[in-house]
């Protein structure tokens, strides 16, 4: 990094509002998290979290797909498949995100980004959707087993100084650093 790019992180830091990437600035949308962590903890007395959201949606899929096994399941017992704050909060985000998107100018069009068109070919569409499919799945299993998500324990978990969560997270950046440096080691 040079002088200038040095500068540009410390205005970056000093006036988030003039972030220099095309992005939205990563310190306002930290400082926003932290907002939203405080009002869902205020109104809800709950941590914000996604992976409760896809074990409700997976118990209403369940209830019209096998309804009896699903009825049978302890698990939905004491949570019952339905549309709670947690699902909401996941269509909210994938709204956000796309706003966040087309208001950031990063709507590119492309499947496929570059880094991965380098790695794997132009053409690889198949190969992204299997990935992605396949790593959706072991987030899942790893959110359940580990009591909550990136969501909970990166931002509400840590919020509370919870130490399990602070282990989560360190655990959560080095497989996917592990798993990065084995996708895309030359």
Not at 18 to 34: E, F, K, R
Not at 163 to 179: E, K, N, Q
Request: positive net charge; contains cysteine.
């Amino acid at each position: 990094m040079n002088f200038n790019d040095h500068y540009s992180v410390l205005l970056a830091v000093v006036d988030p509002l003039q972030y220099a990437g095309p992005a939205w600035s990563p310190y306002l949308v930290g400082a926003l998290i932290g907002v939203l962590s405080m009002f869902t903890f205020y109104f809800s007395n709950k941590p914000l979290g996604a992976s409760t959201a896809y074990a409700r949606l997976a118990g209403m899929l369940g209830k019209l797909v096998a309804p009896s096994h699903t009825k049978s399941l302890k698990y939905f017992h004491d949570n019952p498949p339905k549309i709670g704050w947690e699902v909401m909060l996941v269509g909210g985000v994938v709204i956000g995100a796309l706003i966040a998107a087309w208001s950031g100018g990063e709507i590119t069009g492309r499947l496929l980004p570059a880094m991965w068109q380098e790695r794997f070919g132009a053409h690889s569409n198949l190969l992204r959707a299997i990935v992605a499919f396949v790593g959706g799945g072991f987030m899942a299993f790893g959110a359940r087993m580990a009591g909550g998500c990136t969501s909970g324990h990166g931002i509400s978990g840590t919020l509370q100084l919870a130490v399990g969560s602070w282990i989560a997270v360190i655990c959560i950046f080095i497989g996917g650093t592990i798993v990065a440096m084995l996708m895309f080691a030359v």
